[in-house]
């Protein structure tokens, strides 16, 4: 290792230790390596990378989902589509795990943000799994790993990142299409594990609500579900067997405004009517309709704080994608990445055992950096490997999302496990030992999206993104 990667890597690790946020850590660090090199002014290095960085037409869609999320999130659309998900799977044993599984890869689609999926769903779910019956630790290990799906399920910020990552080798739609089902598999695996689990432990017994006039009265700010509720709760009040189908159209027709956003949006990028970053302010515009006017849950005078709220969001995520830029350059500059991929190869020409130490590498560097500076530094690292080993750049990044979507859940770093423990009201120490079993579930899906190319590459092949 030579002296400035060895300065990089040793302050990066002090300076995590120290508990400094790892924005500033890259930053610092990229700095007193890029000074150790000698003929290059650190600060003005640094500064350049930072402004180049976050200098992209692709990356004005972050800020534009970010809100969008938000407006979905103030506008009570967890709790329509946890209804809606009751009617669909809480007829089964254990129905609220596997309500909160399917609610969470709903919302965390509809938002893009795994934080979020905590925050709404887990806000409301885990409270009432508590009051059911459930385990405290079962159910916030739940709502962890299963808000995690939407950054595989589209629209996700972090795929947007990748693209950017390998240079625009990858389109953003085509990213979009290969998480579709390896999101939806990490969602099943998890139902599976909860399913189980509750088996053995007893939990529930079918908890899907019956028809009930009065289920609408959390509805009452809206005009057009009060009308409906007004006509269709009468005529199964005196016909109780239509009172299930009734429920589910209902519930279907509340819901549907949220799960529109998904349709416009993808819809609207594989149509090729506007383009990813337009599509993100379309969602905008679709999300204050729908909470203010609609749902009516978003007050006039929530705006401003909403939108402070975003450009905190925000001002993070460009902070991580510009320093990390500047570490990302200190590597390239030392041909860290070349030097990394002939090492590998120099262990084995195998592509299984390669694909395997990939992954492993990646779980480990999930533990302590968060998804975006993650990204950034590895792509380009791994880029060279997967192209010696006929692993396609797209295929690649949906492997590295999984893994770093399972790194948001461990220590020391892991930022759905904190937010959910402090959601949970309960601790790591506490849940850590739950969320082995679920950890197992998603590293098994993982390792078969790694070795089963065809879950990430059909569709975006089919809808001709992608070209083998």
Same mark, same amino acid.
């Given at each position: 290792?030579?002296?400035?990667?060895?300065?990089?890597?040793?302050?990066?690790?002090?300076?995590?230790?120290?508990?400094?946020?790892?924005?500033?850590?890259?930053?610092?660090?990229?700095?007193?390596?890029?000074?150790?090199?000698?003929?290059?002014?650190?600060?003005?290095?640094?500064?350049?990378?930072?402004?180049?960085?976050?200098?992209?037409?692709?990356?004005?869609?972050?800020?534009?989902?970010?809100?969008?999320?938000?407006?979905?999130?103030?506008?009570?659309?967890?709790?329509? $589509?946890?209804?809606?998900?009751?009617?669909?799977?809480?007829?089964?044993?254990?129905?609220?795990?596997?309500?909160?599984?399917?609610?969470?890869?709903?919302?965390?689609?509809?938002?893009?943000?795994?934080?979020?999926?905590?925050? +709404?769903?887990?806000?409301?779910?885990?409270?009432?799994?508590?009051?059911?019956?459930?385990?405290? +630790?079962?159910?916030?290990?739940?709502?962890?790993?299963?808000?995690?799906?939407?950054?595989?399920? @589209? @629209? &996700?910020?972090?795929?947007?990142?990748?693209?950017?990552?390998?240079?625009?080798?990858?389109?953003?739609?085509?990213?979009?299409?290969?998480?579709?089902? @390896?999101?939806?598999?990490?969602?099943?695996?998890?139902?599976?594990? +909860?399913?189980?689990?509750? $088996?053995?432990?007893?939990?529930?017994?079918?908890?899907?609500?019956?028809?009930?006039?009065?289920?609408?009265?959390?509805?009452?700010?809206?005009?057009?579900?009060?009308?409906?509720?007004?006509?269709?709760?009468?005529?199964?009040?005196?016909?109780?067997?239509? +009172?299930?189908?009734?429920?589910?159209?209902?519930?279907?027709?509340?819901?549907?405004?949220?799960? $529109?956003?998904?349709?416009?949006?993808?819809?609207?990028?594989?149509?090729?009517?506007?383009?990813?970053?337009?599509? &993100?302010?379309?969602?905008?515009?679709?999300?204050?309709?729908?909470?203010?006017?609609?749902?009516?849950?978003?007050?006039?005078?929530?705006?401003?704080?909403?939108?402070?709220?975003?450009?905190?969001?925000?001002?993070?995520?460009?902070?991580?994608?510009?320093?990390?830029?500047?570490?990302?350059?200190?590597?390239?500059?030392?041909?860290?990445?070349?030097?990394? &991929?002939?090492?590998?190869?120099?262990?084995?020409?195998?592509?299984?055992?390669?694909?395997?130490?990939?992954?492993?590498?990646?779980?480990?560097?999930?533990?302590?950096?968060?998804?975006?500076?993650?990204?950034?530094?590895?792509?380009?690292?791994?880029?060279?490997?997967?192209?010696?080993?006929?692993?396609?750049?797209?295929?690649?990044?949906?492997?590295?999302?999984?893994?770093?979507?399972?790194?948001?859940?461990?220590?020391?770093?892991?930022?759905?496990?904190?937010?959910?423990?402090?959601?949970?009201?309960?601790?790591?120490?506490?849940?850590?030992?739950?969320?082995?079993?679920?950890?197992?579930?998603?590293?098994?899906?993982?390792?078969?999206?790694?070795?089963?190319?065809?879950?990430?590459?059909?569709? @975006?092949?089919?809808?001709?993104?992608?070209?083998?």
């Amino acid at each position: 290792m030579n002296f400035p990667i060895l300065v990089l890597v040793v302050s990066f690790l002090i300076l995590l230790a120290l508990n400094v946020p790892v924005a500033f850590c890259m930053g610092i660090a990229s700095m007193l390596a890029i000074g150790s090199m000698g003929g290059l002014p650190a600060f003005t290095a640094v500064a350049h990378k930072l402004a180049t960085g976050i200098d992209s037409f692709a990356l004005l869609a972050i800020p534009f989902f970010v809100l969008s999320g938000l407006l979905m999130g103030h506008g009570g659309i967890a709790r329509r $589509l946890i209804d809606f998900a009751n009617l669909i799977v809480g007829w089964w044993r254990g129905g609220l795990a596997l309500v909160n599984v399917l609610t969470c890869m709903i919302f965390g689609a509809i938002s893009g943000s795994a934080t979020a999926a905590i925050s +709404s769903v887990g806000g409301f779910m885990i409270p009432l799994m508590n009051k059911k019956g459930y385990a405290r +630790s079962f159910n916030t290990s739940v709502t962890i790993t299963a808000a995690t799906t939407g950054l595989l399920i @589209p @629209p &996700s910020n972090i795929m947007i990142v990748y693209s950017l990552a390998t240079g625009g080798a990858v389109s953003i739609a085509a990213l979009f299409m290969a998480g579709v089902i @390896p999101g939806i598999l990490v969602g099943l695996a998890l139902m599976v594990v +909860s399913g189980i689990i509750s $088996l053995k432990r007893n939990y529930g017994k079918g908890e899907a609500v019956v028809f009930d006039g009065h289920q609408f009265d959390f509805m009452r700010n809206s005009f057009f579900t009060q009308k409906l509720a007004g006509v269709i709760t009468p005529v199964a009040e005196r016909r109780p067997w239509l +009172s299930l189908p009734f429920l589910l159209v209902i519930r279907f027709v509340i819901a549907l405004p949220a799960l $529109l956003l998904i349709i416009i949006v993808i819809g609207g990028i594989l149509k090729g009517i506007f383009t990813p970053t337009e599509a &993100s302010a379309v969602a905008v515009l679709y999300s204050f309709i729908l909470a203010v006017f609609i749902y009516r849950e978003v007050r006039f005078e929530d705006i401003p704080k909403i939108l402070l709220q975003a450009g905190e969001t925000t001002a993070v995520v460009f902070l991580l994608i510009g320093t990390s830029m500047a570490m990302s350059w200190v590597l390239a500059a030392e041909q860290v990445p070349q030097n990394v &991929s002939s090492t590998l190869l120099g262990l084995t020409s195998n592509g299984i055992i390669l694909m395997l130490l990939v992954n492993l590498i990646l779980l480990s560097a999930g533990t302590f950096l968060d998804m975006t500076p993650a990204v950034l530094i590895f792509t380009p690292v791994f880029l060279p490997i997967a192209a010696k080993i006929g692993v396609t750049p797209l295929h690649l990044g949906i492997i590295m999302i999984m893994n770093l979507c399972i790194g948001l859940c461990t220590p020391p770093v892991g930022t759905c496990l904190f937010l959910g423990c402090a959601i949970g009201k309960t601790t790591v120490a506490k849940i850590i030992r739950q969320m082995l079993v679920f950890f197992a579930a998603m590293i098994a899906v993982l390792l078969l999206c790694t070795y089963v190319p065809s879950l990430s590459l059909w569709l @975006p092949g089919k809808l001709g993104l992608y070209q083998p």
